[in-house]
T-cell receptor, first 118, second 115 residues
Framework: DAGVIQSPRHEVTEMGQEVTLRCKPI?????LFWYRQTMMRGLELLIY????????DSGMPEDRFSAKMPNASFSTLKIQPSEPRDSAVYFC????????????????FGPGTRLTVL | AQKITQTQPGMFVQEKEAVTLDCTYD???????LFWYKQPSSGEMIFLIY??????QNATEGRYSLNFQKARKSANLVISASQLGDSAMYFC????????????FGTGTQLKVEL
């Protein structure tokens, strides 16, 4: 089975440009998470969805960031306009919440998108 | 609010030896789960082991075990018989009902296994 798929794997852009990161969760998973990892701040949750509905976006840094999940197999994280401080590795993760007989439902991470904003 | 603390920024261990990576947590929820993830230099996040707050026994998964001390709010990861491939960053994380379905991660411990 394919794991979580993220694209692009690397993105280099100039300040002010729009950036769109894409994620395909594991088929059948009903929770999707967007994280950002930097040396300074570590691994931060930006937003997560349950059954395509955003549940908690308190980690989204500011209005320049937006995320959508139009269907169960696709999500996007958009930054507009991008700034150099947005440079980070962005991870998407998915899990299957509420699986009978399974108490923990670990999150499976994608390979990440390394974003560099010049 | 939930908080995870990993006080060891870096650790060294000799091949074939055991190593303990520390993790303490803070939550007011009686029901919670603790996770350990491994992040090798290639960057992917790999799930290792889970401990539930109501689990009676410490979790084990192959060479990984979790030393869960509930009263002390600690969930240390023990890696036995270290291998060179264990060199990586290790993250402790917690999920608590008050935090929804999300994980709160610690700052990580960089483990280096030496010959």
């Amino acid at each position: 089975d394919a794991g979580v798929i993220q694209s692009p794997r690397h993105e280099v852009t100039e300040m002010g440009q729009e950036v769109t990161l894409r994620c395909k969760p594991i088929s059948g998973h009903n929770s999707l998470f967007w994280y950002r990892q930097t040396m300074m701040r570590g691994l931060e949750l930006l937003i997560y969805f349950n059954n395509n509905v955003p549940i908690d976006d308190s980690g989204m840094p500011e209005d320049r960031f937006s995320a959508k999940m139009p269907n169960a197999s696709f999500s996007t994280l958009k930054i507009q306009p991008s700034e150099p401080r947005d440079s980070a590795v962005y991870f998407c993760a998915s899990s299957l919440a509420g699986l009978a007989g399974r108490s923990y439902n670990e999150q499976f991470f994608g390979p990440g998108t390394r974003l560099t904003v010049l | 609010a939930q908080k995870i603390t990993q006080t060891q920024p870096g650790m060294f261990v000799q091949e074939k030896e055991a190593v303990t990576l520390d993790c303490t947590y803070d939550t007011s929820d009686p029901s919670y789960g603790l996770f350990w993830y491994k992040q090798p230099s290639s960057g992917e996040m790999i799930f290792l082991i889970y401990q539930g707050s109501y689990d009676q026994q410490n979790a084990t998964e192959g060479r990984y075990s979790l030393n869960f001390q509930k009263a002390r709010k600690s969930a240390n990861l023990v890696i036995s018989a270290s291998q060179l491939g264990d060199s990586a960053m290790y993250f402790c994380a917690m999920r608590a009902p008050g935090g929804g379905n999300k994980l709160t991660f610690g700052t990580g411990t960089q483990l280096k296994v030496e010959l």
